[in-house]
């Protein structure tokens, strides 16, 4: 694990955290070591860290009390909610930590403006079947469903499988409430579409990662929900066949493409080996796969929208073989292949990770390029590539096969992610895709974006004067 020490740890005085207990009651804090453990280490096992006190408020007037007591004493704090950040970013490193996980109600649902109205440590799971339960659905979608929560993953700009049809969480988000870095509330939670009234206030907090405010509560946009979904999964030969079936399954579709996922064949592989009850639904090997999903508004002629751009697809030669799901159970199990991967990578072993988009169309081309960069500049990496291509972002990760690769992988780590990074920018994209910067990549956002940067610290000048919210993440 790795103990972030660019800034020296902050020594808390007892009486601030004397008046913070006192301000959110006894329920409101603790100093457990045992309550403490699991909200001070992050999900990759990659940094462990450290905290005074962890805060527990109850409701919106306490977050802000607990920031004001914090604000006036200069106190640095750093807020966090499912603890599934892949950058560090909400691991405390002797900040007071605040959760916001009893803040957990739906304040308002309304279905004839498309919205619901939900407080910040809402776990998304359970919004998505809230907005189910009202006919509506919420398609913000990904691997970390069960245990992330509305405020981190507005504060991280969440992506996830729905973004090609649905965009991201910062499409989702009509308006916010949070507790400004003073101890102020602001209250900008709006159901409506069309609101020009000057900068738009929320879209700075969204995916600031907590450098700006704590998010109490949002409103969020809801859609219809599909009346019919139907899924395919395929093997291919490559990635350029892999995109011109992205472009063919949505024109043939009209746009009913709601999620498009590739994985190479040895991530299949991994999650065989390493995910009990998962097996390759094909009959014979291929070099790629694609999980395809179509959202139809009505039953009838779904399924041979489906069959149309799949015969059409074999046609052109794009797709080698592929079976539908001829149920949800089976659906279900396309996609525990797809979304098992992280795990399994777990399980494989150490891994450089970056999560990284480039524009759909030159996909094919980076992967390869940067894949053979990596080849000539550490021979025993393998390159495992996959996600969500059909809205331009993969995980381009490096794994080593054995242990003797793997200790070699961790040695030549920053030569293999500059090496990526640099391709990265020759094609356009971006660093962070959808993850964040956290504390992983805020030296390597500060090299490749420099305006960028100096036009974030001002803002974050502007709002957190004292620099007290999230210090050590995204600008640090
Ligand atoms: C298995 C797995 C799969 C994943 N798949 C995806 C994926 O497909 N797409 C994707 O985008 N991400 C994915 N992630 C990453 C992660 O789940 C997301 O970044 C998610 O948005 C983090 O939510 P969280 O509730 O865990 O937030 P945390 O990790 O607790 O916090 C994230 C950031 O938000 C800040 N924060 C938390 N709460 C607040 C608040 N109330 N106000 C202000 N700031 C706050 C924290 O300080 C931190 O900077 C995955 C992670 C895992 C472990």
Redesign the pocket.
């Known amino acids: 694990m790795t103990a972030v020490q660019p800034v020296p740890a902050q020594t808390v005085p007892a009486t601030i955290i004397e008046a913070l207990k006192s301000a959110l009651g006894p329920k409101g804090w603790s100093q457990d070591e045992h309550e403490l453990a699991p909200h001070i280490a992050d999900?990759r096992g990659r940094y462990q860290g450290s905290t005074p006190i962890l805060l527990k408020p109850a409701n919106t007037a306490e977050v802000a009390a607990a920031v004001k007591i914090c604000s006036d004493a200069g106190i640095a704090i750093?807020?966090?909610?499912?603890?599934?950040?892949?950058c560090g970013?909400?691991t405390p490193q002797g900040e007071v930590l605040i959760t916001?996980k009893r803040m957990n109600a739906v304040r308002e649902i309304d279905p004839d403006n498309d919205s619901m109205t939900v407080e910040?440590g809402c776990v998304l799971e359970s919004l998505q079947n809230t907005a189910a339960d009202a006919d509506r659905l919420f398609p913000l979608s990904?691997?970390?469903q069960g245990?992330?929560?509305i405020?981190?993953?507005v504060?991280?700009n969440?992506?996830?499988?729905h973004v090609l049809r649905y965009g991201m969480t910062r499409e989702l988000v009509l308006g916010l409430e949070a507790v400004l870095p003073d101890g102020t509330i602001w209250s900008g939670l709006t159901g409506l579409r069309k609101d020009n009234t000057g900068y738009d206030l929320k879209q700075l907090l969204i995916g600031a990662?907590?450098t700006l405010?704590?998010?109490?509560a949002a409103t969020l946009k809801l859609f219809p929900r599909p009346a019919k979904m139907e899924l395919a999964f395929c093997g291919l030969n490559s990635v350029e066949d892999a995109v011109s079936f992205l472009s063919l399954a949505k024109r043939v579709s009209g746009g009913a493409v709601t999620a498009f996922e590739i994985m190479p064949r040895l991530a299949l592989e991994f999650v065989c080996a390493f995910v009990p009850g998962t097996r390759d639904p094909l009959e014979s090997p291929h070099p790629w796969y694609v999980v395809c999903e179509m959202s139809f508004g009505r039953t009838d002629g779904a399924r041979e929208t489906l069959e149309d751009a799949l015969g059409q697809a074999f046609e052109a030669e794009l797709v080698q073989d592929a079976v539908i799901a001829e149920n949800e159970s089976q659906a279900l199990d396309f996609w525990r292949l797809r979304e098992s991967i992280?795990?399994a990578e777990r399980g494989q072993g150490k891994a450089i990770k970056h999560d990284i988009s480039i524009p759909v169309s030159k996909m094919a081309a980076f992967i390869d390029l940067a894949s053979a960069r990596i080849k000539a500049i550490f021979p025993d990496g393998v390159v495992v590539a996959f996600g969500h291509v059909g809205d331009g972002n993969v995980h381009f990760n490096v794994v080593g096969l054995d242990e003797a690769a793997q200790t070699a992988l961790m040695a030549n780590g920053a030569a293999i992610s500059a090496c990526v990074y640099d391709t990265v920018d020759e094609f356009g994209g971006s660093i962070s895709a959808?993850?964040?910067i956290?504390i992983l990549k805020r030296e390597e956002l500060a090299t490749r974006k420099p305006v960028d940067v100096a036009v974030m610290r001002a803002i974050k000048q502007a709002l957190d004067p004292k620099g007290i919210m999230?210090p050590r993440?995204l600008l640090g």
């Open positions: 999900w750093t807020p966090q909610a499912g603890n599934t950040s892949l970013a909400s916001l910040a990904l691997g970390s245990t992330a929560m405020g981190g993953l504060s991280t969440a992506g996830g499988v990662e907590g405010g704590i998010i109490t992280a795990l959808e993850h964040g956290g999230n993440v």
